[in-house]
């Protein structure tokens, strides 16, 4: 065998011996994980900024039990402001159901180490609830009742004795899916949160102009001179 032949198998066998030290590095690292994890909720998870690293289900279970009070909830819609909580929108924070989500996160893989990759996109998540949809749709039609308004068409009408145009009304309405979804985000918070939406303009059917149009051609015809024989 060359000397050029022995060195190439020198530097393979090096190769060799680096991989196999890393694969075993992780290997090791990785059954680490796998017995330090065991029953506990990965590291940097939290739920609605509150952390649950390192607990078990029961241990998470009374640190989120510590803060169960309904949340406050400020909203703004339009020129309207309401201050109603989560149980006036028939809203329960699930527990059992957060905790089982928060324990999930990390464990979509038989790799410990690649779960504890995924918790800066994974790990900051909200509470679930159990909602009753009925409280709170009746909730979201009272608020598109209070605050929606039909539009106002254009009119011709006397005043001071006098045929004028008078102007058209816009219309509001509230958008009552968005709102829901808007709620039921701000639900998932930790803290009491304030909900702002901008109601929709709903156009009138007869605008000004189209009044005016009418008026000028009523007066235009009331102008002419008829003469009869």
């Known amino acids: ?101 928060a324990y999930g996160v990390g464990r979509q893989t038989p790799w410990p180490i690649l779960g504890v990759l995924s918790i800066k996109k994974d790990g900051n998540l909200g509470y679930s609830y159990q909602v009753d949809t009925a409280k709170l749709s009746l909730f979201a039609n009272k608020i598109v009742a209070d605050v929606g308004k039909a539009p106002i068409d254009a009119q011709i009408s006397f005043v001071n004795g006098e045929l004028v145009a008078v102007p058209d009304q816009d219309g509001l309405t509230v958008d009552q899916s968005l709102l829901g979804d808007m709620l039921q985000k701000a639900l998932t918070r930790d803290k009491d949160q304030s909900v702002s939406l901008v109601p929709s303009k709903v156009p009138a059917t007869i605008s000004l102009a189209e009044a005016q149009s009418t008026l000028q051609s009523a007066k235009d015809l009331a102008s002419k001179s008829i003469t009869l024989r």
């Open 1 to 101: 065998m060359t000397k050029t032949s022995h060195e190439h198998l020198s530097i393979l066998g090096l190769i060799g011996s680096v991989m196999f030290g890393l694969v075993l590095a992780v290997v090791t690292v990785n059954m680490a994980l796998t017995a330090l994890l065991s029953g506990t909720i990965f590291p940097n998870v939290e739920v609605a900024g509150r952390s649950l690293a390192w607990k078990t289900r029961p241990q998470a279970m009374r640190s989120l039990e510590a803060i169960d009070t309904p949340r406050r909830l400020h909203l703004a819609i339009g020129d309207k402001e309401i201050t109603t909580t989560s149980t006036d929108l028939g809203a329960k924070r699930d527990l059992n159901t957060t905790i089982e989500a």
